[in-house]
C-alpha cells in the first residue's frame, strides 16, 4: 500500500498549493502463482523422473536375478564336470574285455550252430517243443 504524506506549503502570495509526496515502502507482490503450463510441465517431469526410478530398479533386479542364475549355472556346470571326471576315472579303473571266446570243435561254427537250432548245439533231441496241447 501506498502511504500519501499531503504537505502544506505556504507561499507569499495569495495562493496555496498543496503537492502530495509519496513514499512507497516493501510492497508485497502478488504472485500470480505458477501458470498452467508451468503446471503441466512440472507434472511431466514428475512422472518421467517416477519412470525412470522404477526402470532403474527393475533393471537392478533383473541384473540380480542374472547373476544368481549365473553363479547357480556355474555351479552345475561344476558339479557335472566333477561327476563325469570320476565317471572316466571309474571306467579306466575297469578291465577291458578283448572279446568272448566260443568252443570249437565238431559242433561247428556259430552260424551252424544257429542254423541247426537246440538239438544241434547240445547233441539232445528231447529240448525241442514238438507241440503244445492247450
Keep these: 500500500m501506498e502511504s500519501v504524506d499531503w504537505t502544506v506549503k505556504k507561499e507569499e502570495t495569495v495562493t496555496e498549493t498543496v503537492t502530495p509526496t509519496t513514499t512507497t515502502t516493501a510492497d508485497p507482490v502478488v504472485d500470480p502463482g505458477p501458470s498452467q503450463s508451468d503446471l503441466m510441465l512440472k507434472s511431466l517431469q514428475d512422472s518421467i523422473a517416477a519412470m525412470q526410478q522404477g526402470f532403474m530398479q527393475s533393471m537392478q533386479q533383473s541384473s540380480q536375478q542374472f547373476q544368481q542364475m549365473q553363479q ?57 517243443i514238438s507241440g503244445l496241447n492247450v
Design 72 to 128: 547357480s549355472q556355474n555351479e552345475r556346470m561344476e558339479a557335472l564336470q566333477q561327476m563325469m571326471i570320476q565317471s572316466q576315472a571309474r571306467q579306466a579303473e575297469r578291465p577291458t574285455v578283448a572279446g568272448v571266446k566260443t568252443a570249437t570243435g565238431q559242433s561247428g561254427t556259430p552260424m551252424q550252430i544257429a542254423r541247426r537250432g537246440v538239438s544241434g548245439a547240445f547233441g539232445r533231441k528231447g529240448m525241442r
